[in-house]
């Protein structure tokens, strides 16, 4: 595909990858639809983005989940058509699972799961009467293995990993596309937003997202992904290659994680 005409909302539009992928795609011709919980701030980055005629906002929390056929319905109106459903929001966690309260668990699993997979079904149908339609959700490589102080977030990317993967069995004869992102560390707010085990936000930014892939480089990556209607992209530094080392020697990969000591 390319993204020309394409009508795109991303999730999670307000900040980091989200904020940077609106960016990059304002520069493509296509009309581009914003979302996350906060309006003033996707405003910032509408005015960021080139082509700000061809740019909708549409702020809503992804733990709502009980509301998204009326979000689904208010984005159609937008531009009439939505081509490409772009699942970016989402939350963090850093915390023993000891010291995790289970409203953690609960909210991680509100927002990064059943926020996005309610969303999906919501626009589901209307991606099935055209025949037509791209799913892109960026999970993590905690998708696909786990790290310590993640417990909640890895339960969730896991699941998303199951439900999108089944969702793209079942609606192949709709032509309907899924690729899945698997980004390594980033260089975004990610970890100051993170949850901790009481609920509140961890504030401190931590070595590894620091030192991880600037933000601009992982996008381009992305869209390339995009572009080539990819299942799967791994994104990242050398811990992209944790995902093989887990597929055939998950005990090697259990020391190498241990022996990282990543907070």
């Known amino acids: 595909m390319n993204f020309n005409n394409k009508v795109i909302w991303i999730t999670g539009a307000s900040s980091g990858i989200g904020k940077a992928l609106s960016i990059a795609l304002s520069k493509h011709n296509c009309k581009l639809i914003l979302s996350s919980r906060n ?70 699993m509100d927002v990064d799961y059943l926020g996005t997979v309610a969303l999906s079904k919501a626009l589901l149908p209307y991606f099935i009467s055209r ?62 937003n993170a949850l901790t085990g009481n609920g509140s936000s961890q504030t401190e930014q931590d070595k590894a997202t620091e030192n991880g892939l600037d933000v601009n480089v992982f996008v381009k990556r992305m869209l390339k992904a995009i572009k080539n209607e990819k299942f799967e992209a791994y994104i990242g530094k050398g811990e992209t290659k944790g995902v093989y080392v887990k597929r055939f020697f998950p005990k090697l990969l259990h020391k190498l994680v241990l022996k990282s000591k990543v907070r």
Request: hydrophobic content about 35%.
């Open 39 to 108: 309006e003033n701030t996707l405003l910032a980055t509408k005015n960021e983005c080139n082509n700000s005629k061809d740019i909708q906002i549409l702020p809503f929390d992804l733990a709502d989940y009980t509301k998204m056929k009326a979000i689904v319905k208010k984005a159609e109106s937008l531009f009439g058509t939505i081509d490409v459903l772009i699942n970016n929001g989402g939350i963090s966690q850093r915390s023993l699972i000891i010291d995790t309260d289970i409203s953690v668990d609960k909210k991680l």
């Open 131 to 192: 025949q037509n339609g791209h799913y892109v959700t960026v999970t993590s490589l905690m998708g696909k293995f786990s790290s310590p102080y993640r417990s909640a977030y890895c339960g969730a990317k896991h699941a998303l990993h199951g439900f999108f993967d089944a969702l793209r069995l079942e609606h192949e004869k709709d032509q309907i596309k899924v690729t899945i992102i698997c980004p390594d560390f980033v260089n975004t707010n990610i970890a100051r």
